[in-house]
């Protein structure tokens, strides 16, 4: 009877690896951020001979190219199942001892072109976001993924002495937008819109009784959890109020969280409407809020847990309900484990 088990498939350079890798690999780590940090890889392999550490030693910068496939997971006639990684430069190695090991590790947000590894003043005069993200991806040699119908304009955007990649998170951050470098590729989205997708999984605390829903694939806590939530800094409301000048008119709005209780967050910023200043005011109150009810989860590996996808949590009291993961952590070695984060969605803003 085959055993089940997770194949790496690696191409270094673009070359084929996987072969000459394999008898040498101890495990291999990928962490899947949905925002505002580097997808991150590390791969260990056992150097007794120490050819990692001289002749097969990897160059720094090079690009690795990393796919999991699972065999025999579900039953030995399952079809394999693949979860590419995507690409990643190596920007560390390490040797050690003893036993003698060597681990690699990656990113996947390059140094060696202009996202981050430059910095550079100039500056947007009244453009829009879109245009601002699509000329830095261009530069970087990028492209640029834009998932969301929001594109604010600019007045002025003015970059000085800073990366690319800092610049354009710290715009997208004030715009109430996220972040993320995968393959090549900026992506710019909206969490709003991910938290609002139907949940397709649900996480199962073991010994709970529950009645199965067409659709819906069930999954079991491992060997642990940890959830929690807080008050301190939590706004049931957000009040924004600006003063448009000497001869015009204030404008204001309070946007209330369904259900909310509590205190009201105060805001004054410019706006140009009171429409805007409500979409203004539900973007703050999400940026304070959106960390109440948090936590982690330890669960067998599994390609479907990834940042972005949303998720029911069944079984545990109070803290049933949606959320969304927020980091993914795939680690193959003596076994395979996914650990994630969650936050609990929001409803409406």
Same mark, same amino acid.
């Given at each position: 009877?085959e %055993?089940r088990r997770?194949l790496?498939i690696?191409?270094? $350079?673009?070359?084929?690896?996987? /072969?000459?890798? *394999?008898k040498?690999?101890?495990?291999?780590?990928?962490?899947?951020?949905?925002? +505002?940090?580097?997808?991150?890889?590390?791969?260990?392999?056992?150097d007794? %001979?120490?050819?990692?550490?001289?002749?097969w030693?990897?160059?720094?910068g %090079?690009l690795?190219?990393?796919? &999991?496939?699972?065999?025999?997971?579900?039953? &030995?006639s399952? &079809?394999?199942?693949?979860?590419?990684?995507?690409? #990643?430069?190596?920007d560390e190695?390490?040797?050690?001892?003893y036993?003698?090991?060597v681990?690699?590790k990656?990113?996947s947000v390059p140094?060696? =072109?202009t996202?981050?590894?430059?910095e550079?003043?100039?500056?947007?005069?009244k453009?829009?976001?879109?245009?601002i993200? !699509?000329?830095? /991806?261009?530069a970087?040699?990028? *492209?640029?993924?834009?998932?969301?119908?929001? $594109?604010?304009v600019?007045?002025?955007?003015?970059?000085?002495?800073?990366s690319?990649l800092?610049?354009l998170?710290?715009?997208c951050?004030?715009?109430?937008?996220?972040?993320?470098?995968?393959d090549?590729?900026?992506i710019?989205f909206? @969490?709003?819109?991910?938290?609002?997708?139907? %949940?397709?999984?649900?996480?199962?605390?073991p010994g709970t009784?529950?009645?199965?829903e067409?659709g819906?694939?069930?999954? #079991?806590?491992?060997t642990?959890y940890?959830?929690?939530?807080?008050?301190?800094?939590?706004?049931?409301?957000?009040?924004?109020?600006?003063q448009?000048?000497?001869?015009?008119?204030?404008?204001?709005?309070?946007?209330?969280?369904?259900?909310?209780?509590g205190?009201t967050?105060?805001v004054n @910023?410019?706006v140009?409407?009171?429409a @805007?200043?409500?979409?203004?005011?539900?973007?703050?109150?999400? @940026?304070? !809020?959106?960390?109440?009810v948090?936590g *982690?989860? $330890?669960?067998? +590996? =599994?390609?479907? &847990?990834?940042s972005g996808?949303t998720?029911?949590?069944?079984?545990f009291?109070?803290f049933?309900?949606?959320?969304?993961?927020?980091?993914a *952590?795939?680690?193959i +070695?003596?076994g395979?484990?996914?650990?994630?984060?969650?936050?609990?969605?929001?409803?409406?803003?």
């Open positions: 009877m %055993a997770i790496t690696i191409k270094y $350079n673009n070359k084929d690896i996987s /072969a000459d890798i *394999s040498y690999l101890k495990s291999i780590s990928y962490t899947d951020n949905l925002s +505002g940090e580097a997808d991150d890889l590390q791969i260990t392999l056992e007794k %001979a120490g050819l990692w550490q001289s002749t030693m990897p160059e720094k %090079a690795l190219d990393v796919m &999991l496939q699972q065999k025999y997971w579900q039953t &030995l399952a &079809l394999p199942q693949s979860l590419r990684l995507g690409l #990643f430069e190596i190695i390490t040797s050690s001892g036993p003698s090991e681990q690699i990656a990113v140094d060696n =072109n996202l981050r590894g430059t550079r003043s100039r500056s947007w005069e453009a829009k976001l879109q245009v993200a !699509n000329d830095i /991806a261009s970087a040699g990028m *492209s640029l993924f834009w998932d969301t119908e929001e $594109n604010p600019l007045d002025r955007a003015e970059q000085t002495e800073q690319d800092s610049f998170y710290a715009i951050k004030d715009k109430g937008l996220a972040l993320k470098i995968s090549k590729k900026i710019i909206d @969490e709003a819109k991910y938290e609002a997708e139907k %949940a397709k999984i649900t996480i199962v605390k009784v529950y009645k199965k067409s819906m694939k069930y999954l #079991f806590v491992g642990g940890s959830l929690r939530t807080k008050i301190r800094d939590i706004y049931a409301a957000c009040r924004v109020s600006y448009q000048g000497s001869s015009k008119s204030n404008i204001e709005t309070t946007y209330t969280a369904a259900g909310k209780k205190k967050l105060q @910023e410019q140009e409407s009171v @805007e200043a409500l979409n203004l005011a539900k973007k703050r109150l999400r @940026e304070k !809020n959106k960390d109440e948090t *982690s989860l $330890n669960m067998l +590996g =599994n390609f479907v &847990l990834l996808v998720v029911n949590l069944l079984g009291g109070a049933d309900d949606k959320y969304l993961i927020t980091r *952590s795939h680690d +070695g003596s395979y484990t996914t650990n994630i984060d969650v936050r609990r969605c929001l409803n409406g803003y």
